[in-house]
Nanobody, 126 residues
Framework: QVQLVESGGGLVQAGGSLRLSCRFS????????MGWFRRAPGQEREFVAA????????YYTDSVKGRFTISRDNADNTVYLQMNNLRPEDTAVYYC???????????????????WGQGTQVTVSS
């Protein structure tokens, strides 16, 4: 079965950068779209970014456009989320997600992803 393991979270000051990684295993990575979601304290989990299987189509929520970049390395079965100019409101647990049957707006929909990682904490101090 698909396993996803996130890493790279931590504590950073506002304006700083972090790069999250998510290592995929258990199936053929290039069959899967990959997404990042986050859950802030007391809030629902929300979409952050997604990438198609080939890496040539990316999707972002408006609040991270121009600051975050999602990418994937299909040779290394890993998806990344480069986060620059971090803000205190980016503080959340970040989750990696995967699914093989996503199209169109489904990339941004939590219920379209069947496989999830355990999450990694990102804390941005002001």
């Amino acid at each position: 079965q698909v396993q996803l393991v996130e890493s790279g979270g931590g504590l950073v000051q506002a304006g700083g950068s972090l790069r999250l990684s998510c290592r995929f295993s258990g199936r053929t990575f290039t069959n899967y779209a990959m997404g990042w979601f986050r859950r802030a304290p007391g809030q629902e989990r929300e979409f952050v970014a997604a990438v198609n299987w080939r890496g040539d189509n990316t999707y972002y929520t408006d609040s991270v456009k121009g600051r975050f970049t999602i990418s994937r390395d299909n040779a290394d079965n890993t998806v990344y989320l480069q986060m620059n100019n971090l803000r205190p409101e980016d503080t959340a647990v970040y989750y990696c997600a995967a699914d093989a049957w996503i199209q169109g707006t489904g990339y941004m929909e939590e219920d379209k992803y069947r496989h999830w990682g355990q999450g990694t904490q990102v804390t941005v101090s002001s």
